[in-house]
């Protein structure tokens, strides 16, 4: 038996009932954005290796797919077989996030000083493919540039959960954190500044290993045994109440923050949680992303019987000022289009918009050019005529255009139409 034929492993081909429904998602939740200010950018699939390597962007930097420097010779690998990294000029972009980033620096003396920006696009990861993980996958990323924290959130979470809601998605759960909570939870308990990343590493794990897993991974990586020990009976007593707020989810933790920030979480926290009739959100102070470009308050969101995310970001005020030697604050957010799709297929959701007028139009050998002016009239009365030569086996020649999102079917008549609707 033949190999079947593929595409690469973690990458998929886009039938046409995929593209269709890819195409209703971004028409629904496109003009959710746009009421809200956004404006839509493009930036190139490829960066400079050095801005996607030094980013900070965490594990996402071991999986950039690097890509060659242009006319290398046989030569040129054996003599840098040492250093290869050497050898690549460019990578595919992991995200959305760092594209953007780079895109405001070189443009930012034309645009707007506060800058709302949409975009949609694929990105590459070299990671193990699984459900709802690609290698291949397109994001949804809206980002607020300029303005500093407080008014960004709340727009960017109650905007991306309209966007959510009018894709059908409801009671998903918003998990809400701050990058300055977790470095005072982990100063609590005695862990010192140069470790703080790697203790977020560890925590961002607790999902999948539970309280033991951490508690055995932190011990493996020689963290003091009152650290580990203060660190578990922190959070345990949190896992099992999820305090309601964000006073109270501070006050069990026993952990205390500066002023302001506390006041920017629980601003955002409440005035999220008093528009989520349909949703919820709750403080979660082990939620760590796994970026490492986050300097303020971080969200997730996760729906039911899903065990991945299903959108997530934050804010990154130091990844621009990179580029430019100066403070600019950001925050974005990104749905994870392609596991929103996985969701979509599996509950049978759809937005009105995929239900156009499909038409398939059936016509004899001997008619094309007479049926020719019937589809045109069609056409203009709004259908999506597709016309095709009639075939003896009508019945799966109209099976296999409803496969591909056709819904209804007629037969060439030199005296009237015969549009009947497919069951």
């Not at 862990?191 to 999902?207: P, S």
């Amino acid at each position: 038996m033949a190999n079947k034929i593929v595409p690469p492993r973690g990458m998929n081909d886009i039938l046409p009932l995929d593209a269709q429904q890819r195409e209703a998602m971004i028409q629904t939740i496109l003009p959710v954005y746009a009421k809200w200010g956004f404006v839509s950018i493009e930036c190139p699939a490829m960066e400079n290796i050095d801005r996607l390597i030094g980013s900070d962007g965490g594990d996402n930097e071991k999986l950039v797919f690097q890509v060659l420097r242009r006319g290398l010779q046989e030569a040129d690998y054996a003599a840098n077989a040492a250093q290869p990294l050497s050898l690549v000029d460019m990578g595919l972009r992991y995200d959305l996030t760092v594209p953007m980033a780079r895109f405001y620096a070189s443009h930012h003396s034309h645009l707007p000083s506060v800058s709302k920006f949409l975009q949609y696009g694929s990105v590459w990861r070299a990671e193990r493919p699984q459900k709802g993980r690609f290698r291949q996958f397109m994001q949804w990323d809206a980002d607020i540039v300029g303005a500093t924290e407080g008014l960004p959130e709340i727009e960017l979470l109650s905007c991306s959960s309209e966007a959510l809601l009018a894709l059908g998605l409801e009671n998903f759960t918003i998990r809400f954190n701050d990058r300055r909570v977790l470095k005072a939870l982990v100063e609590s308990v005695g862990i010192e500044e140069k470790r703080h990343d790697e203790a977020f590493i560890v925590i961002d794990k607790l999902d999948k290993v539970g309280l033991e897993g951490i508690a055995k991974e932190m011990h493996e990586r020689s963290f003091a045994d009152e650290a580990v020990n203060g660190l578990v009976e922190k959070i345990a007593p949190f896992l099992e109440s999820k305090a309601g707020s964000i006073e109270a989810g501070l006050e069990q933790l026993k952990i205390d923050i500066a002023e302001d920030t506390r006041h920017a979480l629980q601003q955002v926290f409440s005035t999220v949680q008093q528009q989520s009739q349909r949703y919820s959100i709750v403080f979660d102070p082990t939620l760590v992303r796994g970026m490492g470009y986050y300097t303020g308050q971080i969200f997730e969101i996760e729906y039911a019987g899903y065990s991945f995310s299903i959108a997530g970001g934050g804010r990154y005020d130091g990844m621009i000022g990179r580029f430019l030697q100066k403070d600019v604050p950001a925050c974005g957010f990104s749905l994870g289009f392609d596991r929103i799709l996985t969701i979509l297929k599996d509950k049978n959701l759809w937005p009105a918009s995929i239900e156009r007028r499909k038409l398939l139009f059936l016509v004899p050998k001997s008619e094309e050019i007479v049926a020719l002016k019937q589809a045109n009239e069609l056409r203009s009365q709004g259908w999506d005529v597709s016309m095709v030569i009639k075939i003896k086996n009508t019945k799966r020649q109209i099976q296999e255009f409803k496969d591909i999102g056709f819904t209804h079917f007629t037969v060439f008549n030199t005296q009237a139409l015969d549009i009947t609707a497919i069951a």
